[in-house]
């Protein structure tokens, strides 16, 4: 399996444009998270979903976030407008965690390095 | 609501030397326990993990944990220290809570090995 697939790998952009950042988990897993790691908040989760419904999207700082996740093998989450405070590294995470466990690995996809000028 | 404290920001080594590194959690039942790693430029990895059982878990690279309930920690450990050992460590507690499935990072601890 290639792992957790996110493009682009970096991406450069003006304040007030649109971002998308995609993610492809594993296939098979059930849950797919998104995190946002930066140097002075550490590694933040913002959203994830349990077979492509959203279950807890309280970590998403403000409504210029969103996030989709229209089928098992995609997800995008999505900055618009997009700002300076948004730079950061996005990470995408997929495991299979079953009925009851959370025993089982989060895997991480290589990230995205997000710059808003 | 469950949190994870790495005291050490930074830590500094010697190859060839030990090291532990501290986790502290909170969580009121029983935790799941991870340490992940991440190396400059990539995603986090699993190191070890623990959730039931015997409370000293061995995990990939050399790297062990031991669970002390009492003291609420999930220290890591390796015995000698390699060079390829330099990165940012991550321990995370997590909960499960009907389909809620979710972990609690710590804030890292960067690991410099001297050679």
């Known amino acids: 399996d290639a792992g957790v697939i996110q493009s682009p790998r970096h991406e450069v952009t003006e304040m007030g444009q649109e971002v998308t950042l995609r993610c492809k988990p594993i296939s098979g897993h059930d849950y797919l998270f998104w995190y946002r790691q930066t140097m002075m908040r550490g590694l933040e989760l913002l959203i994830y979903?349990?077979?492509?419904?959203?279950?807890?999207d309280s970590g998403m700082p403000e409504d210029r976030f969103s996030a989709k996740m229209p089928n098992a093998s995609f997800s995008t989450l999505k900055i618009q407008p997009s700002e300076p405070r948004d730079s950061a590294v996005y990470f995408c995470a997929s495991t299979l965690f079953g009925p009851e466990s959370l025993s089982n690995e989060q895997f991480f996809g290589p990230g995205t390095r997000l710059t808003v000028l | 609501a469950q949190s994870v404290t790495q005291p050490d920001i930074h830590i500094t080594v010697s190859e060839g030397a030990s090291l532990e590194l501290r986790c502290n959690y909170s969580?009121?039942?029983?935790?799941?326990l991870f340490w992940y790693v991440q190396s400059p430029g990539q995603g986090l990895q699993l190191l070890l993990k623990y959730f039931s059982g015997d409370t000293l878990v061995q995990g990939i690279k050399g790297f062990e944990a031991e669970f002390k309930r009492s003291q609420s920690s999930f220290n890591l450990r390796k015995p000698s220290v390699h060079w390829s050992d330099a990165a940012e460590y991550f321990c995370a507690v997590g909960f499960v809570s009907g389909s809620a499935r979710q972990l609690t990072f710590g804030s890292g601890t960067q690991l410099t090995v001297l050679p």
């Open positions: 979903f349990n077979n492509n419904v959203p279950i807890d």
């Open positions: 969580y009121g039942a029983t935790p799941y």
